[in-house]
């Protein structure tokens, strides 16, 4: 049941307008209710976002975002948000409610019908594709963020939020930093610059294997292995999933993006076009505009950031619309020799006055010679090999003040270590071609 410590109730109605039912999830950052609107009775979920913590851990550029994406994507297998209100300590995004819950607890207890994966995976085709003619690209498609409708209709969900609450979710577990990387596209992992477009068709590819096979094509038992395995599409198809289907996961999972199939060529593919008729919800785009249109008139206008501004009576919300860039962690993959990239950290550290000292094999410390607002500051700087010459270096703060934090990294580490992210001229290429065999 709902605390009032958790919420600005009064009963349990919740601004005079949603009567709060039970909690349906709880991620680690927000708490999500069920909620029905008492005018018109229709079902909701309410996304509450403790105002003090997203400060603390400056996810208000995050919220910022998914407000924003979230009002320009409207289609019928994208949760819709509905309305955004917010109090003194409070937000809460007023969400469409998905009655089912996440696929992924579908897929948890094992491998769905082939042709249940296919309506899936026409929904989230479908998704994604509107999502790119806007110009919107996830970038953090999987199950978990894939929800279910009282027809079992697919939802995508959880647009800016979602890469932020994994990596939180992951903290504390060794070497999982990095997030789940198990749905991330190669050129993603490698900077090599990358199109959105191509690492969610990627993404698609991992989920449509998972609904397929019912576990990860890469899922080794360290992050260093995984993203080896991801590099090279390393993956093996169990004996149950057909020709059809292999060919067309092995065109989505190509490493290399230019090759990789498109959406539109997805579309075209034998396995995607077999039984599409039987499969009920899959509207094109035209016909999703007309849809979310007609509903438009029984719900709540959405919101933009400025409007809850106005709204927002006796305090000012404008510091939570502002664009700090507060991280906690940073990751950087490097084409330099690991001897290389220690010195250049022990070079940064004396550049930012920072105590340099080697942990276990592949961590350094670096430390604050004096106390700051919260005590020494403390980064750890972690290498994971990736290839001799390809690495992973991910910065963390373990101790200290985030602003002092985030100011080694803007001003010390971030252009010391982009400063040596490639290799020279001709090395450089034939590494890259190195692994691209
Ligand atoms: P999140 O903070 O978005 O990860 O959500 C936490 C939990 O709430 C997840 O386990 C979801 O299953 C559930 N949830 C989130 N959004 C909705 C929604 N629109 N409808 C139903 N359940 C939801």
Avoid at 62 to 86: D, G, S, T, W
Avoid at 197 to 215: E, H, N, P, R, T
Wanted: aromatic share 8%; proline share 3%; glycine share 6%.
């Amino acid at each position: 049941m709902v605390k009032s410590e958790d919420m600005d109730v009064n009963g349990n109605i919740l601004m005079e307008k949603y009567e709060l039912g039970r909690l349906l999830g709880q991620g680690s950052f927000a708490k999500v209710y069920y909620a029905r609107d008492v005018t018109t009775g229709q079902s909701v979920a309410i996304k509450v976002i403790d105002k003090d913590k997203i400060s603390e851990d400056g996810l208000i550029d995050h919220i910022k975002r998914e407000i924003h994406i979230m009002k320009l994507v409207r289609h019928p297998n994208i949760v819709q948000l509905y309305e955004v209100m917010a109090t003194k300590t409070k937000i809460y995004f007023v969400l469409e409610y998905a009655k089912n819950g996440e696929l992924f607890d579908k897929v948890v207890t094992g491998k769905l019908k082939e042709q249940t994966a296919r309506k899936y995976f026409h929904q989230l085709i479908n998704a994604v594709d509107f999502c790119h003619s806007r110009g919107v690209y996830h970038r953090d498609l999987k199950p978990e963020n894939l929800l279910l409708d009282e027809d079992d209709n697919l939802k995508v969900s959880d647009f800016g939020l979602s890469a932020f609450a994994e990596s939180r979710r992951q903290d504390g577990l060794l070497h999982t930093t990095c997030g789940t990387p198990a749905y991330v596209a190669p050129e993603v992992i490698t900077r090599k610059g990358y199109d959105g477009d191509k690492a969610d068709v990627w993404s698609c590819g991992v989920i449509l294997f998972v609904l397929l096979a019912g576990y990860l094509p890469f899922n080794e038992s360290n992050i260093v292995d995984t993203y080896r395995k991801i590099w090279k599409s390393d993956f093996k198809f169990p004996n149950w999933i057909q020709p059809d289907a292999r060919r067309l996961l092995s065109k989505i999972l190509d490493p290399n993006p230019v090759k990789r199939a498109t959406i539109s060529k997805i579309k075209e593919s034998s396995w995607f076009k077999k039984e599409k008729k039987s499969n009920q919800p899959c509207l094109d785009n035209s016909l999703a505009s007309s849809t979310t249109n007609n509903q438009e008139s029984t719900r709540p206008p959405s919101m933009n950031a400025f409007d809850i501004i106005s709204l927002s009576h006796g305090f000012d919300l404008r510091t939570l619309f502002e664009e700090p860039r507060l991280q906690k962690e940073a990751r950087f993959t490097i084409w330099r020799p690991a001897s290389v990239i220690l010195s250049k950290l022990e070079e940064i550290g004396k550049n930012v006055r920072m105590k340099v000292s080697k942990r276990e094999a592949g961590l350094l410390k670096l430390e604050g010679e004096k106390e700051g607002r919260k005590g020494i500051l403390s980064i750890d700087a972690e290498i994971f090999a990736l290839t001799s010459c390809f690495h992973l270096v991910e910065v963390k703060k373990s101790n200290g003040d985030t602003l002092e934090y985030q100011k080694v990294l803007d001003e010390g580490l971030r252009p010391g270590l982009e400063d040596i992210v490639w290799l020279q001229g001709d090395e450089q290429e034939q590494k890259v071609s190195e692994q691209d065999q």
